[in-house]
T-cell receptor, first 113, second 112 residues
């Protein structure tokens, strides 16, 4: 088995600040994802990375940057935090292939003051 | 693009009653269909997946049949327990696309 570790669990920042969330996985998966979870809106894909040095935009990429530093880690940056962005951010990973199963971390909650 | 529509919650049931969470999808590919479950304070975890049309998936007493003609994948359980209280997500993925598309989630609360 493996685990996905997201840090920090709670990220508190001010409006307009640049804030970064980090994700590490030890599954040796090639693909990693960042989803945003808002109550009543489900899971929306922000960015994903099929392999190291790859970056693909999801449906909600505006206002975010991502970086796949190495196979095991994937970071997400909120470029200018806004109060309406308070949500839970979920990192996931999978083997690439047909019917790939995603494994999720526990989430990081963003709080903007 | 792909889309998934599922029962709007919240759904509140008494222990021992039956559950159906409807899930319909739209896609131009030949997808794998998934049900994920998320307990409070945790990330979503796979409940089961079905890669082929007309096949059934099941786990922990939950089941769903991949109905390609009706483009549906409804989740059912005959008798729910308090421990089944969680948010349930229907999702589709597969083909050449690495990403999954999720529904909005259905929050289930089971009262004893």
């Amino acid at each position: 088995g493996g685990i996905i570790t997201q840090t920090p669990k709670f990220l508190i920042g001010q409006e307009g600040q640049k804030l970064t969330l980090k994700c590490q996985q030890n599954f040796n998966h090639d693909t990693m994802y960042w989803y945003r979870q808002d109550s009543g809106k489900g899971l929306r894909l922000i960015y994903y990375s099929i392999t190291e040095n790859d970056l693909q935009k999801g449906d909600l990429s505006e206002g975010y940057d991502a970086s796949r530093e190495k196979k095991s880690s994937f970071s997400l940056t909120v470029t200018s935090a806004q109060k309406n962005e308070m949500a839970v951010f979920l990192c996931a990973s999978s083997y690439r292939g047909l019917g790939n199963t995603l494994y999720f971390g526990e989430g990081s909650r963003l709080i903007v003051v | 693009g792909d889309s998934v529509t599922q029962t709007e919650g919240p759904v509140t049931l008494s222990e021992g009653t039956s559950l159906t969470v409807n899930c319909s999808y739209e896609t131009k590919q030949y997808p794998t269909l998934f049900w994920y479950v998320q307990y409070p304070g945790e990330g979503p975890q796979l409940l089961f997946k079905v890669p082929k049309a007309n096949e059934k998936g099941s786990n922990r007493g939950f089941e769903a049949t991949y109905n390609k003609e009706a483009t549906s994948f409804h989740l059912q359980k005959a008798s729910v327990q308090e421990s089944d209280s969680a948010v349930y997500y229907c999702a589709l993925g597969g083909g050449s696309n690495a990403k999954l598309t999720f529904g909005k989630g259905t929050k289930l609360s089971v009262k004893s």
